[in-house]
């Protein structure tokens, strides 16, 4: 039987028992067409390297590097992200099983030792389930972080991806830190990427009401919405950076103003970095809108700008990415 469908990280004994001969094992090791990652363990060379790096150390994905390989967007992370059993003992290093797990590969590796055993299913065997890796980001990251993978996850599953419901958060929840439940009533999984997610965050911090993804018939769902007739655009470069998107974001512009109404766009290294100049842009274009009272074609928006809080500037450790 293929490596692959017993696992993808098989032990020598469920091999041996599928018909495999230690003769074999050594010769397709030779060959290159298997890998010993670990004692008594094999896989296959074209084994998602981090989780063979994560195997080899003792553990599986965890985290941040779990919801990636699960397909689900992610803040960029410095590190790779692995969980082991509370007991383990032994770790290797992640390009080396024969010698330990060593004090340098904690700048690359971060190694959380609470992988309960009977989560550690065949199915599951080198990353964690992706309400799993959820609970171990409310555990180890900061708010809006936590939040972002939150929201993907549920707009991944409505997409026909990986992802989770919204009844899971109820599992995730009880299982997470009493810290984090006040969390829960700011996830939304409408979100059409992570930086929309950071930016309605920071927009409700600032007292500026956000709609994500509201419908605008003949232009179709745009990020978000913040006032009657003034909407938002939260711009990355991965989909905006070229001549056939640039010339279709401007004839929805242009649509937009044509029904009354304005759009305001914003990259991320703008709303991260001049988080107050975007602030005062909302917050004047809102005056306006408010003064105007025009005639529109627009979904019906009930709210008002809040008095803006002390500070414009976004949290330290925002997306902190370890």
């Known amino acids: 039987m293929d490596i692959a469908e017993l696992g993808l990280f098989v032990k020598r004994a469920v091999l041996?028992?599928?018909?495999?001969?230690?003769?074999?094992?050594?010769?397709?090791?030779?060959?290159?067409?298997?890998?010993?990652?670990r004692k008594g363990w094999y896989s296959v060379p074209t084994a998602p390297r981090f989780a063979a790096e994560a195997f080899r150390i003792g553990g599986r994905l965890a985290g941040l590097s779990c919801l990636r390989s699960w397909g689900i967007w992610t803040p960029e992370t410095r590190k790779i992200h692995v969980t082991v059993p509370d007991a383990a003992r032994g770790l290797r290093r992640p390009h080396d099983m024969r010698a330990p797990f060593d004090r340098v590969d904690g700048y690359r590796y971060r190694v959380?030792?609470?992988?309960?055993?009977?989560?550690?299913?065949?199915?599951?065997?080198?990353?964690t389930s992706v309400i799993d890796a959820l609970v171990h980001v409310l555990g180890n990251h900061d708010r809006v972080t936590s939040i972002v993978c939150l929201d993907a996850a549920l707009h991944g599953r409505r997409e026909g991806g990986a992802g989770i419901i919204e009844s899971d958060l109820d599992e995730i929840f009880a299982r997470a830190p009493h810290r984090v439940q006040p969390w829960r009533s700011q996830v939304d999984g409408r979100a059409g990427?992570?930086?929309?997610?950071?930016?309605?965050?920071?927009?409700?911090?600032?007292?500026?009401?956000?709609?994500?993804?509201?419908?605008?018939?003949?232009?179709?769902?745009?990020?978000?919405?913040?006032g009657p007739t003034v909407f938002?655009?939260?711009?990355?470069?991965?989909?905006?950076?070229?001549?056939?998107a640039f010339a279709v974001d401007h004839e929805r512009d242009i649509l937009i103003a044509c029904k009354n109404g304005r759009v305001l766009r914003f990259t991320y290294p703008l709303f991260r970095g001049k988080w107050q100049f975007c602030v005062l842009a909302m917050s004047n274009a809102l005056v306006d809108d408010y003064r105007l009272a025009k005639q529109t074609e627009f979904p019906v928006f009930p709210?008002?700008?809040?008095?803006?809080?002390?500070?414009?500037?976004?949290?330290?450790?925002?997306?902190?990415?370890?």
């Open 232 to 244: 938002v655009e939260v711009d990355g470069a991965n989909w905006h950076d070229n001549p056939e």
């Open 193 to 226: 990427s992570g930086g929309e997610t950071e930016f309605r965050l920071l927009a409700l911090e600032a007292g500026i009401p956000f709609v994500p993804q509201p419908f605008v018939e003949g232009v179709g769902f745009l990020d978000g919405q913040i």
């Open 16 to 37: 041996l028992s599928n018909g495999w001969s230690d003769r074999g094992l050594r010769r397709a090791v030779n060959d290159g067409t298997i890998v010993r990652v």
């Open 303 to 322: 709210w008002r700008m809040q008095p803006r809080s002390a500070s414009c500037k976004p949290r330290v450790g925002v997306l902190d990415g370890r």
């Open 112 to 127: 959380t030792w609470n992988d309960a055993a009977p989560n550690r299913h065949a199915s599951f065997r080198w990353r």
